[in-house]
Nanobody, 122 residues
């Protein structure tokens, strides 16, 4: 069993930056593939970024490419999402997830955090 706890959300002005973290508990974190998703009320959960267990592969949604960066520290059981040049349309609840069952961009993961709110004001 894996538990995920996100932190780092908040209110930021457009153009600003935030760094989200996702701390994992449980065994075998270093072998888990991890993803970040976001969701606005009334909308479907949207893929943001993915990182493989070794960090050798990363993928991003087109909407965040060049602005967001995903990374991980396996020694600390933590995955990060650095968000730069934030826009109002980035406002959402951000979730980290572990162990995709299918394609990495599909919200079909075994484990999910509780989410952290990111609000970008214009």
């Amino acid at each position: 069993q894996v538990q995920l706890v996100e932190a780092g959300g908040g209110l930021v002005q457009a153009g600003g930056s935030l760094r989200l973290s996702c701390a994992a508990s449980g065994d075998a974190f270093s072998r888990l593939r991890m993803g970040w998703f976001r969701q606005d009320p009334g909308k479907e959960r949207e893929f943001v970024a993915y990182i493989s267990w070794s960090a050798s592969s990363t993928f991003y949604a087109d909407s965040v490419k060049g602005r967001f960066s995903i990374s991980r520290d396996n020694a600390k059981y933590t995955v990060y999402l650095q968000m730069n040049s934030l826009k109002p349309e980035d406002t959402a609840v951000y979730y980290c997830a572990a162990n995709p069952r299918g394609f990495y961009s599909s919200p079909n993961y075994d484990y999910w955090g509780q989410g952290t709110q990111v609000t970008v004001s214009s």
